[in-house]
C-alpha cells in the first residue's frame, strides 16, 4: 500500500528533459522520493544496461546490444519518449513509447515497451504512474491510439492501470514435411535481400499483402524498411526473385522446438502462396541448418487460409494447431477514433514479429 503525491508537476532538469518529482509513501510510513522524466540520447546506453539486468531472469535474456539496436534503429526514436524513474540518479523503472502508424489508414499510434521495474522498487505503483504519463505525453502528440503486448500475467495491470483492451490474433502451428518442399526452378531464384535496392518492391507487396488487409498492421515507411527492417532481419529475409522482380519473401526465427515466421509477404498475381512457401521454405531452413524431415511452424492463420489443403503436399494438415495470441492490448485515445477491438471483430489482426516491440 503506497501513497502518491506530485511535489512539483513539471520543472525543466538541467539537460533542459522535463521531469517531475514524486514522493511514495511506504507501509512503514518511510517516504521515498523519485525523479520521473524522459532520456536523452547520452543516457541510452545505462537505460539499456538497466533494462538488460531487470530481464536477465528469462531463459534467453535480452542483452543490453538488443534495446540499444532497437532505439538506433529506428527512424521515428525520441529519447524524451523513454519515461523512467530515477531514484538516487539511478534509473530504477522505464516505459518507452514507440511512434507507429498503423492499418486500417495509417493511425497515428504510441506503441508501448521496455516495461520493467528494478526488483527493489517493485509494488510502488511507478509503472502505473509512467503509464499515465506516457498516455499524456502520447495525447499532447495527437496520436490516436495506442497499444503494447503483454503477457497473460500482466494483462490486468494494463487493463485497470491504462484502460487497455486485449485482442485476439489468430496463429496456428503447423508441421512441414521437408522432402516434399521444392527447389527454385527457372523462371525463379532466390537470394537474400538487398537494401535499399528491394524497398520500393517489398514496400509495395507488403502494403497488399499485409496492411490492406490486417488490422493493427504496422505501416512501413521507406526509412523503416532501410532503417529498421533491414537489421532486424539482417541475413533472414530470403526473397524469391522471378524474372529479376522480387514476387515473395520470408524470414524465419527458432523459439524453442518450433519455428516462428517472422515475416512474410506474397505476390499472388505472380505467384500462389502455397508455391512461394514451398521454395522459401526450403532455402530459410537451409539458412538455420537445421535437417529434420518435419519443421514445426508457427505462423499466421490467415497465410495457411491463403492455401488450399488439396495443393500443399508439403503440410501435414492432420497436426494442424490453434495457438492464437491474445497479448496484443489497444487503448482509444481520441474519442472520435475507430476502436481497434471494434475492428478487428471484422477484419484479421496482425502485428508481424518482426515488427513487435
Same mark, same amino acid.
Given at each position: 500500500h503506497t501513497s502518491h503525491r506530485n511535489i512539483k508537476d513539471i520543472m525543466a532538469s538541467s539537460d533542459g528533459v522535463d521531469e517531475s518529482i514524486i514522493s511514495v509513501t511506504l507501509e512503514d510510513g518511510s517516504i521515498v522520493k523519485y525523479t520521473m522524466r524522459g532520456l536523452t540520447v547520452d543516457q541510452i546506453q545505462p537505460w539499456a544496461q538497466f533494462c538488460a539486468s531487470v530481464f536477465a531472469y528469462k531463459s534467453n535474456p535480452p542483452p543490453a546490444s538488443y534495446f540499444e539496436r532497437h532505439f538506433y534503429n529506428d527512424p521515428m526514436r525520441n529519447a524524451s519518449l523513454i519515461r523512467v524513474m530515477m531514484y538516487e540518479k539511478r534509473i530504477v523503472s522505464s516505459c518507452r513509447i514507440f511512434q507507429r502508424r498503423v492499418s486500417p489508414g495509417g493511425i497515428l499510434a504510441g506503441g508501448i515497451g521496455e516495461v520493467c521495474t528494478d526488483?527493489?522498487? $517493485?509494488? $510502488?505503483? /511507478? /509503472?502505473? !504512474?509512467l503509464l499515465q504519463n506516457a498516455i499524456q505525453i502520447m495525447n499532447a502528440r495527437n496520436m490516436k491510439i495506442s497499444l503494447l503486448h503483454a503477457a497473460q500475467e500482466f494483462r490486468p495491470v494494463y487493463e485497470k492501470g491504462g484502460g487497455y483492451q486485449s485482442v485476439s490474433s489468430q496463429w496456428s502451428v503447423v508441421t512441414f514435411i521437408r522432402s516434399n518442399l521444392q527447389q527454385a526452378q527457372i523462371p525463379y531464384t532466390t537470394r537474400l535481400a538487398k537494401f535499399p535496392q528491394d524497398t520500393q518492391r517489398l514496400q509495395e507487396i507488403h502494403q497488399e499483402f499485409s496492411e490492406q488487409r490486417f488490422v493493427g498492421c504496422i505501416i512501413r515507411s521507406r526509412d523503416y524498411w532501410n532503417e529498421y527492417i533491414c537489421k532486424e532481419l539482417n541475413g533472414s529475409l530470403w526473397t524469391l526473385v522471378k524474372n529479376d522482380v522480387i514476387v515473395a519473401w520470408i524470414s524465419l526465427r527458432l523459439k524453442g522446438q518450433t519455428f516462428q515466421m517472422q515475416d512474410f509477404g506474397c505476390h499472388v498475381k505472380s505467384i500462389s502462396v502455397a508455391d512461394a512457401l514451398a521454395v522459401l521454405l526450403q532455402v530459410a531452413l537451409q539458412d538455420v541448418l537445421v #535437417?529434420?524431415?518435419?519443421? $514445426?511452424?508457427? /505462423? =499466421? &492463420?490467415?497465410? !495457411? #487460409?491463403?492455401? =488450399?489443403?488439396? *495443393?500443399?503436399?508439403? /503440410? #501435414?494438415?492432420? &497436426?494442424? @494447431?490453434?495457438? *492464437?495470441? #491474445?497479448?496484443? @492490448?489497444?487503448?482509444t485515445l481520441q474519442q472520435n477514433e475507430v476502436s481497434m477491438v471494434e475492428a478487428t471483430k471484422t477484419r484479421n489482426h496482425l502485428i508481424w514479429p518482426a515488427d513487435s516491440f
Open positions: 526488483q527493489q522498487h $517493485r509494488k $510502488r505503483g /511507478l /509503472l502505473k !504512474l #535437417d529434420e524431415e518435419q519443421i $514445426r511452424i508457427f /505462423l =499466421p &492463420t490467415a497465410v !495457411l #487460409d491463403d492455401m =488450399p489443403q488439396q *495443393n500443399c503436399s508439403f /503440410l #501435414d494438415w492432420s &497436426t494442424v @494447431m490453434i495457438e *492464437n495470441d #491474445d497479448g496484443w @492490448m489497444y487503448k
